[in-house]
């Protein structure tokens, strides 16, 4: 069974820097395609960055703030943030798709491809 583990969320003023991270097992990183994805109440599922083995995607609402990354020794996906704001505070969560999707296709922000979600990380940012 895929298990993808997030952590390092918290609260932060804005402008301040968190950095998340996603273990995953029985899922190769470095070969998959994966996201990270956010929810705020009252809100859809968003994705905000995804990561393949040859290419990196990002939101607008996020470009240039965020980046996504791996570290395939230790099977672990990254989200850094900086620059954080008030609007970035949700619920965030990493996700993996399908390994015959991915061998054809990726990265993506919609969510219908992604099979495996972690439990999620809450990420707050005050002023």
């Known amino acids: 069974e895929v298990q993808l583990v997030e952590s390092g969320g918290g609260s932060v003023q804005a402008g301040g820097s968190l950095r998340l991270s996603c273990a995953a097992s029985v899922y190769s990183v470095s070969n998959g395609c994966m996201g990270w994805f956010r929810q705020a109440p009252g809100q859809e599922r968003e994705g905000i960055a995804g990561?393949?083995?040859?290419?990196?995607i990002y939101a607008d609402s996020v470009k240039g703030r965020f980046t996504i990354s791996r570290d395939n020794a230790k099977n672990t996906l990254y989200l850094q943030m900086n620059n954080l704001k008030l609007e970035d505070t949700a619920m965030y969560y990493c996700?993996?798709?399908?390994?015959?999707?991915?061998?054809?296709?990726?990265?993506?922000?919609?969510?219908?491809?992604?099979?495996?979600w972690g439990q999620g990380t809450q990420v707050t940012v005050s002023s």
């Open positions: 990561i393949n083995s040859l290419d990196t």
């Open positions: 996700a993996a798709a399908d390994n015959y999707r991915c061998r054809f296709g990726g990265p993506w922000l919609r969510t219908d491809v992604y099979y495996h």
